[in-house]
């Protein structure tokens, strides 16, 4: 059985959040749109009798599923990368669904006007936007990931073993990194326990396997994490 992983082929953006979580379980998966073309992509999502709204989705046989904390729920239960119990399992998908809030919220920062519209075109309000996600929203987010974990007796998120959760936090701090590396250096010292999950999935043997490998996109100014020097203030 292997799945079939639809995104767009040049960058992570939210589908990376579902790669990390195949990828670190060793679940077989094509990335099919980089196989076969957006327009094989888009042509899914037209004839499906149930289309997604947008990408990613997941395809097996006719099974269609999109969202990707809905994604990332179906493959905790089936591959055990979620816990036992209804409430873990709805525990971790709170936990997703919050991860969601914020990558809308850091895709809100660059392009604060419209999503069709390019940078350069509402720097001004992204300026705006930078300085009130840096000093406010960011942190907000990140020390109630923070305090979470402080009340956790285990080594990853949730549980004794790593989850979904985890590999979405390792690819929120990675993302976070590259957009806005002043303002983290800065946030980091705080933020030990975030910071010490990233690098435990870092290590895990897929994960490894696969940020050495050239199916991990680099970051780059066309997904979510976008790097532009004068929104990143310290």
Known sequence: MSYDLWYWPTIQGRGEFVRLALEGAGIAYRDRAREDGVEAMLHMLERHPRPPFAPPYLSLDNFVIAQVANILQYLGERHGLSLSSIRDRQWANQWQLTIADLVTEIHAVHHPVGTGDYYEDQQAEASRAARRFLSERLPKFL????????????????????????????????????AFPNRMKVLEPGLPRLIAIRNAVATLPGIADYLASDRRIPFNEDGIFRHYPELDAD
Request: hydrophobic content about 35%.
């Open 143 to 178: 020390t109630y990931f923070e305090d979470l974990l402080r009340e956790n007796d285990n080594p990853w998120a949730i549980d004794h073993r790593w989850t979904y959760v985890d590999t979405s936090l390792f690819q929120l701090v990675d993302g976070l990194r590259y």
